[in-house]
């Protein structure tokens, strides 16, 4: 299976949830499930049914996790030479020549984007026609509304 690329603080993200679902979540519906095996009749136990439905969800969620973490790329930015270049990872500052707004996004992979918190996945139509792309180039990106034309006004390598 191919590589996914991944920033930093996406596997530290997945990392945490994953200690969390194996510290915390799984022996707490471990714990209710026997709680409720005490009640009795199993058949018309809802605590029962619930807590092994949650069950099923965390260790599904748990194998997920693991499979994203055993096929990601983890790339940190901020010890590639910075060239002004749009590569994955970077936070890219772009200005609307139409309006004059100023939009800013980082490059994420794909299960990390969040276009509210600007972390757009390196798939995304905007992603594709920036990466390569360097400060100070105009670009034209397709959005639902129309062809937008961004000057980019600034490429970071933030961590």
Do not use: W
């Not at 596997?11 to 519906?29: F, S």
């Not at 129309?146 to 000057?151: K, N, S």
């Amino acid at each position: 299976m191919n590589k996914v690329p991944m920033t930093v603080q996406g596997e530290q993200a997945l990392r945490e949830e994953l200690n969390h679902l194996k510290g915390e979540e799984r022996p707490r519906v471990i714990a209710a499930i026997a709680e409720a095996r005490e009640h009795g009749d199993l058949k018309e136990n809802a605590e029962y049914h619930a807590a092994r439905e949650q069950q099923g969800f965390i260790e599904g969620r748990i194998q997920e996790i693991e499979s994203r973490l055993s096929n990601a790329q983890v790339i940190d930015v901020t010890k590639m030479p910075q060239t002004g270049k749009v590569i994955f990872g970077t936070t890219v500052t772009l200005i609307n020549l139409d309006t004059d707004e100023e939009v800013c996004y980082r490059i994420v992979g794909e299960d990390e984007a969040d276009i509210k918190a600007g972390k757009i996945s390196v798939g995304s139509p905007i992603a594709r026609a920036l990466v390569g792309r360097a400060e100070g180039d105009v670009v034209n990106v397709t959005t639902p509304g129309g062809e937008v034309e961004y000057e980019i006004s600034a490429v970071e390598h933030i961590g």
